[in-house]
C-alpha cells in the first residue's frame, strides 16, 4: 500500500458520544496519515463536542474535521462525506459505521485492495471468512434478505450489499451523478454500487466479522429493513 495516497475516512453519526472517543482513536491506529471527516445529524448527545475535543488534545485539528448537518438519515450523510473526499481532491474514501460493529484495524486490508486495482473493495459479512457476532436470528433473516433481493434485483457482483464498510477509489465516485435524486437510509449503500457497476468498476470483498454494537442503540430495524428492500426493487426502473 503507498504511503502516498491521501485518504478520507468518514463517519456518519448520531447520539454516538459513547463511542466515538474510541473510533477516532482505532483509526488513527489503523491508518496514521488518513484524514477523518465525522458527519454529525445534529446529535443531541454531543457528539460533535466529542469530536472537537478529541481533535485539540491530539493536536489534529487540521486532519479531523466534523461537519454537523440539520438533516438526518444515513443516505444523506454518507453522501456528504463522499462529496468531501471528491472535492477534497482525495484518492481514496473509506466509510464504516461509528459504532465499533466494524473494527477499524480491517481498514488496511480494504485500502490495500483498492490500491492493487479494484475501485471498490466491500468489507463483506457474507464470504468465506467472515461472519456476524451477537445478531439475533431476526436481524440476520432481515440482511440475508435484503442482500439477496440486491443480487436478484440488480444484478450486483457482491454478496454484502448492503453494509457500509467500504473503500472507495474516489475517481470512480467523481464520474457518478451522486447528487441526482440519490435514494435514502441504507438503500444509498445500494445504489452507489449499482452506479459504479454500471460504469464498470471493479469490485472485491473482503471479509470482516461484524459483531454488535455494545452502546446505543442499532439504526436498523424492521421498518428500515422493508423500505430498503422495496426501494432497491424500485433502483433497476431507476437507472435501465
Not at 78 to 104: K, R, T, V
Not at 162 to 186: K, M
Not at 213 to 220: E, I, N, T
Amino acid at each position: 500500500m503507498s504511503s502516498n495516497l491521501r485518504i478520507l475516512v468518514g463517519i456518519c453519526t448520531y447520539n454516538e458520544a459513547g463511542n466515538i472517543k474510541a473510533m477516532l482513536q482505532r483509526i488513527g491506529d489503523a491508518l496514521p496519515t488518513a484524514d477523518i471527516l465525522v458527519v454529525d445529524d445534529d446529535s443531541p448527545d454531543g457528539t460533535a463536542a466529542r469530536v472537537a475535543k478529541y481533535a485539540e488534545a491530539n493536536g489534529r485539528q487540521d486532519s479531523i474535521r466534523c461537519i454537523v448537518r440539520e438533516e438526518r438519515g444515513l443516505g444523506g450523510a454518507i453522501l456528504a462525506a463522499m462529496n468531501a473526499s471528491i472535492e477534497g481532491g482525495y484518492d481514496l474514501f473509506c466509510n464504516l459505521d461509528a459504532d465499533l460493529s466494524h473494527d477499524p484495524a480491517d481498514l488496511p486490508r480494504l485500502v490495500s485492495a483498492v490500491a492493487d486495482g479494484f475501485d471498490v473493495a466491500v468489507g463483506s459479512r457474507y464470504v468465506p471468512g467472515g461472519e456476524i457476532v451477537g445478531w439475533p436470528v431476526r436481524r440476520k433473516w432481515m440482511s440475508r434478505w435484503i442482500n439477496w433481493i440486491t443480487r436478484f434485483r440488480l444484478g450486483l457482483p457482491v454478496n454484502d450489499a448492503s453494509g457500509s464498510f467500504r473503500c472507495y477509489r474516489v475517481a470512480a465516485l467523481s464520474r457518478l451523478d451522486l447528487n441526482d435524486q440519490p435514494s435514502e437510509g441504507y438503500s444509498f449503500l445500494q445504489e452507489v454500487l449499482l452506479k459504479l457497476h454500471r460504469q464498470g468498476a471493479k469490485f472485491t470483498e473482503v471479509p470482516i466479522t461484524f459483531t454488535e454494537r455494545a452502546v446505543g442503540d442499532s439504526k436498523l430495524d424492521f421498518r428500515e429493513a422493508v423500505r430498503s428492500g422495496w426501494t432497491v426493487l424500485r433502483l433497476r426502473s431507476k437507472h435501465s
